[in-house]
């Protein structure tokens, strides 16, 4: 799911309904085991205002709390979710475990995510590039829903979604919202 809007109350009332559906739907009655989805929000740290209403939220939640990331977890984070659809791809037993939502709240904050200048793949000459934050980041908007791991990306404008994320990457998203915009 790909938002854009400038009006951070919708947007965080937004975010509050995808944290409550996904954290508390009801699990699979198939097993006796309870397959738990996990909800990571992704937050700069400079609106400390949305930072205090999401913490707010999460004491509403008995298990499955919602957890709050900051600016300074997002490559370890984005790291970890990556080796985890990796993983889920690689073995069609763990594929089935619980979904995980992964909110990035203002992309535009978010450095290490930008796209790489290098969009036409030159410059290595067939040499395998190491993989960035950025190009894990990608792989999970193209690989993760398959294997139950969903990112939702929020962006205050649409310039700042078209610098942080490709032609080709916003095609990816099966859902778009856009709130209003300045004329």
């Known amino acids: 799911l790909l938002i854009i809007g400038q009006d951070e109350n919708q947007i ?30 992704l937050q700069a740290g400079r609106n400390e205002e949305s930072a205090d209403r999401f913490k707010r939220f999460q004491q509403h939640f008995r298990n499955h709390s919602p957890e709050l990331k900051l600016e300074s977890d997002c490559d370890a984070l984005i790291a970890e979710f990556h080796t985890e659809v990796v993983e889920r791809e690689e073995n069609s037993e763990r594929s089935t475990g619980g979904e995980i939502f992964l909110v990035v709240r203002n992309v535009g904050q978010f450095r290490s995510l930008r796209k790489d200048d ?66």
């Open 118 to 183: 290098d969009d036409f793949g030159m410059g290595g000459f067939g040499e395998p590039k190491p993989l960035t934050i950025a190009n894990k980041f990608s792989e999970l908007l193209k690989r993760g829903p398959v294997v139950g791991v969903h990112v939702i990306v929020w962006s205050d404008t649409f310039s700042n979604a078209v610098r942080w994320l490709s032609n080709s990457l916003l095609r990816e998203f099966e859902h778009r919202i856009a709130f209003g915009m300045n004329q």
């Open 12 to 41: 965080d009332s937004l975010l509050a309904y995808a944290a409550m559906s996904s954290c508390c739907r009801p699990q699979p009655q198939t097993t006796g085991d309870v397959i738990a989805s996990r909800f990571v929000l």
